[in-house]
């Protein structure tokens, strides 16, 4: 048994969800996959996959084995790059999943400098507020607004706070009155966005005293984009993040409402994969996006 060899595989195969998927990424035959993990698997004397004809699944032993298995191979890895990361230039494509309204105020307007300063870099940037699965769908680097992290190889770094107001347009607070506190909300219609952790009930403070909402509407998206479109129309009003709509408040084109009251604040980080020796694109990226993330959004330029 190629012992390194059967270890890629079986942390492909816990990774990707199957034997078909681990072959695709090591460019083996699903058989050789198999077989590998097989041979693993009487080497130890010990199942690591429970295994049916629709699905698999990690026994204990298996879970158990699988951290450290993905330890030594990120340690024979590093060793490889500990050398020359500090030496090369940022090469190869680089791959980012973002927010699309946090990447279009923070980000896109500078990257193409960022590009031309790094002429060995390919960037392809995934604008979807959706939460990616990083290592599955194979990004480099996630932005995400939570610091919770469903998998402890990843290493989250913040980089800003982004409190919440309520607003909407002017003639929608002509037509229904502005609330004067947080339980008046009940009696608006909210629009949602639905990928929030906080989709149907919204908290705030004030002097100490902290009121959670349930709030409903007609109109619940998946975009910030759309969110803040439908107050702009003067549909509703929505719990949104203040960088999104400060040019708006500014212009007068939306009204904040219950601005004695503090809304959530929602932390912003970068999500990567855990490494003691971040290869250099990764490395140059990140300090990209920390200075891009201390300045005030481009668009309100």
């Not at 996959?49 to 204990?60: G, I, Y």
């Not at 699965?133 to 913040?158: C, F, H, M, P």
């Not at 709030?215 to 803040?228: D, M, P």
Request: some cysteine.
């Amino acid at each position: 048994m190629d012992q390194l060899t059967a270890f890629k595989a079986f942390r492909q195969a816990v990774e990707r969800g199957s034997f078909a998927e681990a072959a695709r990424a090591l460019g083996l035959s699903p058989a050789a996959v198999s077989k590998n993990i097989g041979e693993l698997e009487a080497h130890l004397s010990v199942r690591l996959f429970n295994r049916t004809t629709r699905r698999m699944s990690l026994t204990e032993a298996g879970s158990l084995y699988y951290e450290r298995v993905r330890q030594i191979l990120d340690d024979i890895d590093d060793a490889g790059a500990s050398i020359g990361a500090l030496m090369l230039a940022p090469t190869g494509l680089l791959r980012v999943s973002a927010p699309m309204t946090m990447a279009l105020r923070h980000l896109t307007p500078a990257l193409p400098a960022f590009l031309e300063a790094n002429p060995g870099l390919s960037l392809d940037l995934n604008m979807d507020d959706r939460r990616i699965d990083i290592v599955r769908e194979g990004y480099d680097v996630a932005i995400r607004g939570s610091d919770i992290l469903e998998d402890s190889s990843l290493v989250a770094r913040k980089l800003m706070a982004v409190p919440h107001i309520v607003c909407a347009a002017p003639s929608y607070f002509a037509r229904t009155g502005l609330p004067s506190a947080p339980d008046d909300l009940r009696q608006h219609n909210c629009v949602q966005f639905s990928l929030s952790g906080h989709v149907n009930h919204w908290t705030f403070a004030k002097n100490g005293e902290t009121v959670g909402v349930p709030i409903k509407g007609r109109y619940k998206v998946t975009s910030s984009v759309a969110v803040r479109e439908a107050l702009l129309a003067g549909f509703g009003l929505s719990l949104i993040p203040l960088t999104y709509v400060e040019e708006d408040l500014r212009a007068g084109r939306l009204q904040q409402a219950l601005v004695d009251w503090t809304g959530v604040e929602t932390a912003i980080f970068a999500i990567y994969p855990s490494k003691r020796h971040l290869v250099p694109k990764v490395r140059v990226f990140l300090d990209f996006i920390v200075e891009q993330f201390s300045r005030p959004a481009l668009l309100d330029n």
